[in-house]
């Protein structure tokens, strides 16, 4: 709950021995509109504090089982009644140094009997007043140590389920209530509702917000949050506190409504909104952030599928299959391309890359790439020469990015497989004789390091190529080598189609829904020899 009841009156306890004291003290305090609670001894009133419902307590110092200034001190040793004002009134225990002591151990004044009421009562009014400033500077500074807390977790979510999930279990936490978030990220409308015992999961939501839901919320009962609306709650329901989720232009994204049952005083509700007004900022920036997120990942996506078709033709002779998977959702693309190129009647070209980086200036680099990669070797170029030249255009034009390239080129006239690699995981070669992992490669481009060096291996029909980008395999704590065994292990143990061999790596070698980058595959199975003419 947000606050008490602001039509509470102030209870006093007090805490006298003689009946006669207690009688006068408490006709003034309930003429003075206190509600006033009794004890004679120190037991008593140990008891009645810890009952709760205290907001201030006179104490004599002459008790018949104990101190009064040792029940103070116990009273200020608990942190759940630490702030609770608490005055000596003493008529025995007049002496400067009864009243250092009282005051040193805890008590927040002192008075000695007898006593005028008009002093008595401007003491208490004072005492209380200072101890709900205290209270509000220490709920203030709960509510911003939360509200701190709950816009880092906004921030960091990477997903529109976990941003509006967060949200709601953030509201709650602010202010220990349950707390509804209802916000539409991109072209999903999502609800959460969290409460203080259990934590919230995004859920889809309808358009409108029903009579009867709007009842609930206002009785405090059980809300099935898919009746929750899209848009913001346009009426506030009573005994919920509510703010709009914006965009910088005003346009609305959602909104958050907050659990304020039984009503908080003016001054609670005040603070409150602005607390509440503070987070629904910061949500709202989390959101419109997500959806720039989204939207240059959707844009790059694009830009990639349309810069490489889900299948390559086959030349004559050869299989070929190739796999394009993009990272999850909320992650940036990035620069994987494949390619496969007729040179001649003999030779084909299979080559697979990956520019550093994931953006949507990645992906633009990388049809950068690969369109330049197609040109120099339909030229005549050598696989060296190729990459080589590759590497002077990134210096040139993107000095800030670098990138692996792997190029094959298979002579089937002469069971000729020549392999030149800047930077990339080996490519793998699966023939009749056995598998091997081509290991050589030169610097990755970008650094105008030495070229790389060919690699001419012999290959028979049958003989299985295989390209992969690194995000196929690559763990926290494993090594290049280490990933492309695992790699190994699958290729070797399959003996289907290139295309069932791709799945299978995929679904058994990938990272599956965790993955944070893309992945590219390239399988080349060479057949037979070309015909002669």
Known sequence: MIGPSPDRKATVLVVDDVETNRYVVGTWLRRAGYAVLEAATGGEALAAVEAGGIDLVTLDIRLPDMSGIDVCEQIKAEPATAALPVLHLSATAVETADRSEGLRRGADAYLVEPVEREELLATIEALLRYSAARRRAVRLADHLRSLHDASLAATAATTPDELVSSAAMGAG???????????????????????????????????????????????????????????????????????????????????????????PSPDETAE???????????????????????????????????????????????????????????????????????????????????????????????????NALRAYALEGHSPTAVLERLDRMLRRFHPTITATVCITVLDRAQGRLTVVNAGHPPPLLIGPGGARLVHEHASVLGFALRGPEPVTIDVVAGTTVLLVTDGL???????????????????????????????????????????TDDIALLALRFVDAPAGP
């Open 473 to 515: 395999f690559e763990r926290r704590g494993e090594t290049v080598d280490d990933g492309m065994e695992r790699v190994l292990d699958v290729a070797t143990s399959w003996a289907g189609t290139l295309d069932e061999l791709c799945d299978r790596l995929l679904a058994e070698v990938g990272p599956g829904a965790a993955a």
């Open 173 to 263: 936490a602010i202010f220990g209530a349950t707390a509804v978030v209802v916000a539409s990220v991109g072209d999903r409308s999502l609800v959460a509702v969290a409460s203080p015992d259990r934590e919230a999961k995004a859920l889809p939501c309808a358009e409108t917000l029903p009579a009867d839901v709007a009842a609930a919320l206002a009785g405090g009962g059980t809300v099935d949050p898919r009746d929750l609306p899209a848009l913001p709650v346009v009426t506030e329901p009573d005994g919920y506190l509510t703010a709009t989720l914006t965009d910088k232009g005003g346009s609305a994204l959602g909104a958050v409504l907050v659990a304020a049952t039984p009503a």
């Open 272 to 370: 409150a909104r602005l607390v509440l007004d503070l987070f629904t900022h910061a949500v709202s920036i989390s959101i419109e952030n997500l959806r720039a997120y989204d939207l240059e990942h959707r844009i790059a996506l694009t830009l990639q599928r349309s810069l490489l078709p889900e299948w390559a033709a086959a030349p004559q002779g050869l299989e070929v299959a190739v796999r394009y998977e993009a990272a999850a959702a909320h992650a940036e693309v990035g620069g994987d391309f494949y390619e496969v190129l007729e040179l001649d009647g003999d030779r084909v070209l299979a080559a697979v890359g990956d520019v550093v980086g994931h953006s949507l200036q990645a992906a633009t680099v990388m049809a950068e790439l690969r």
